[in-house]
């Protein structure tokens, strides 16, 4: 029997094929999110990963059999399937394990308008009738079964966010994309085509064993072949997406990679613009400082969240927000029916970039005010026991202590938050201070709390 525990996350369904999940699973998934989602039709794509065209039409079957009808719109990145969800209302399932291992895959589920499926909001429902169904046996087909048909998405996807960004006046630039053998090799030249870019690819073929790297940018090995390629095109910037392209990272002329935290800032200083002025944006809490102070200064009103993309879409849906960030390299735009696209993010620097002379390095110095550690991981035995000890040591009147996500201790001139994985003996840190040296001491101080022998 499978154990479904070790597959199903808290926002999404992931684990390796055919070990742990299969076609067999992939169709009783399917019939069980028909089921609670009580959709008479779904949209469902997929990733170029060998096992994902399979697992998608078993899926698939398994909605037809509860009488849901399927569109299907075939290789797609996540982002272009939100779209999908979004335009034509419908529920979706996108099969991708993302940045993860060429063995991995997964399924990643939304209701009509691109509105999230977590633990909390589909996701436990799901898995508890799939459970049921291998004990009990699977349910019959309903009378009459759902309908299939096939639909190309990609040039109306590349369309609505071209009509989100005023890219009409840049200057010509030279641009270096790393898509890693993932979608955004299928995406990139369809949503760039005809404007003023001189487009160096790299990995564009899709090849989900990933022969080149891991898709995975937020891993700085995985930039290094974009950041060499930058520097001897003598290209403006550099552009690296993950597996299924929801995620974009930017590297400015001289190969440095811009802080996610600075592209949230100047997106927001854009879409605020866009939107007269005002409206909330949302960071999660591991974010720059530079964030909010950005928001505030262009008139909209910052909103601090926890970190994970239902955190985010659901505050965003809460406050109706333009816009929200996370240091991971999601982007959410609310024209976007709230859902994370890297591609929109990546619009938005080509555009900010476009219409001033200076190079990319100078354009996002007034975004990257503070100095970061980046995240740490520590392998602990006891994360509580480990948060406690720092939350000690630091308690002061000096500071304040919040634990809306994890713990975070906030100074005049430095901050940190110390949380731990939903799913491994980790606790994560991240620390950022007004100069190198106070980040350094404070980063080192708590590692070494932390890491007790």
């Known amino acids: 029997m499978a154990d479904l525990s070790q597959i199903v996350k808290a926002y999404d369904i992931r684990g390796t094929v055919p070990e742990q999940w299969d076609e ?7 019939a069980a999110f028909a089921e609670v989602t009580g959709a008479e039709a779904i949209v469902v794509g997929h990733d170029m990963r060998a096992s994902s065209p399979g697992l ?9 059999g509860r009488g849901a009808s399927v569109t299907a719109i075939g290789l797609c990145s996540t982002d272009q399937l939100y779209y999908a969800s979004g335009a034509l209302h419908l529920p979706g399932a996108m099969f991708t394990a993302s940045h993860n291992p060429a063995r991995y895959n997964g399924i990643k589920l939304c209701r009509a308008g691109a509105a999230p499926v977590g633990q909390d909001t589909g996701l436990a429902d799901i898995r508890g009738l799939v459970e ?7 349910p019959a087909p309903v009378a009459r079964t759902g309908t299939l048909s096939t639909r190309d998405t990609l040039g109306d996807y590349a369309r609505h966010l071209r009509t989100l960004v005023d890219l009409a006046g840049i200057r010509p630039l030279k641009v270096v994309v790393d898509a890693g053998n993932g979608m955004g090799g299928h995406t990139v030249p369809t949503v760039l085509a005809g404007l003023p870019l001189d487009l160096v690819p790299m990995y564009f073929e ?8 891991e898709a995975n940018p937020l891993d700085p090995a995985n930039l290094v072949d974009l950041q060499d390629r930058v520097r001897a095109e003598h290209a403006d910037l550099g552009l690296a997406f993950d597996g299924d392209a929801d995620r974009c990272f930017v590297v400015d002329e001289r190969g440095e990679p811009v802080p996610p935290s600075a592209i949230t800032a100047l997106v927001a200083a854009r879409e605020l613009a866009r939107n007269g002025g005002e ?3 949302i960071h999660n809490l591991i974010t720059s400082w530079s964030v909010p102070e950005v928001v505030r200064e262009h008139g909209g009103t910052p909103v601090r969240t926890r970190v994970g993309h239902s955190f985010i879409k659901a505050e965003m849906a809460r406050s109706g927000a333009i ?5 991971s390299a999601h982007y959410y735009f609310r024209d976007f029916w709230n859902a994370d696209t ?42 509580a026991a480990a948060t406690d000890r720092v939350r000690l040591a630091f308690a002061s009147p000096d500071v304040t202590i919040d634990t809306l996500d994890g713990l975070t201790v906030t100074a005049a001139d430095w901050w940190f938050n110390l949380r731990p994985s939903n799913t491994e003996p980790l606790l994560r840190l991240n620390v950022e201070a007004r100069d190198a040296g106070t980040m350094t001491k404070v980063r080192d101080e708590v590692l070494g709390l932390v890491r007790v022998p």
């Open 132 to 138: 049921s169904w291998i004990e009990e046996g699977a």
């Open 56 to 64: 998608a039409a078993a899926f698939g079957a398994g909605a037809r």
């Open 323 to 327: 816009f929200g960030g996370e240091h």
């Open 206 to 213: 899709l090849d989900g064993s990933f022969p080149n790297h």
């Open 24 to 30: 067999h699973l992939a169709e009783l998934f399917g």
């Open 279 to 281: 409206g909330t944006v």
């Open 342 to 383: 890297g591609m929109l993010a990546a619009l938005h620097v080509l555009a900010a970039l476009g219409e001033q002379p200076g190079p990319l390095s100078g354009l996002v110095e007034q975004y990257d005010r503070y100095v970061g550690s980046g995240e740490i991981n520590s392998t602990v035995s006891d994360q």
